[in-house]
């Protein structure tokens, strides 16, 4: 069974930094895309960033470059994001994804889904 269960997120004010991870079960890693996107209320879920496993390849939304990076540990299955110069409009509940194919991650519509993690940025 597959499983990709996040942890970290929280409360920030801005300027400030968190770091959430994705941990991923019951499947290889190896062969996947993973990825974070995000859901802020009310609004549409949105593409973040995303992580070719094999190759490290990263992509970023626009408007995190510079403030975010994917990264990901091969030894533990994870994959994490850290978040620097947080802004109010960060604030969304965080979903990792993982798909076999990296349009899918980044198109939200990849086969496996955390439960998500709150992010708040108060300003």
């Known amino acids: 069974q597959v499983q990709l269960v996040e942890s970290g997120g929280g409360a920030v004010q801005a300027g400030g930094s968190l770091w959430i991870s994705c941990a991923a079960s019951?499947?290889?890693?190896?062969?996947?895309?993973m990825g974070w996107l995000r859901q802020a209320p009310g609004k549409a879920r949105e593409f973040v960033a995303a992580?070719?496993?094999?190759?490290?390849?990263?992509y970023y939304a626009d408007s995190v470059k510079g403030r975010f990076t994917i990264s990901r540990d091969t030894a533990q299955n994870t994959v994490n994001l850290q978040m620097n110069s947080l802004k109010s409009e960060d604030t969304a509940v965080y979903f990792c994804?993982?798909?076999?194919?990296?349009?899918?991650?980044?198109?939200?519509?990849?086969?496996?889904w955390g439960q998500g993690t709150q992010v708040t940025v108060s300003s």
């Open positions: 994804a993982a798909d076999f194919e990296m349009a899918a991650v980044r198109a939200g519509t990849g086969r496996y």
């Open positions: 992580i070719n496993w094999r190759g490290g390849n990263t």
């Open positions: 019951g499947l290889t890693a190896s062969n996947m895309a």
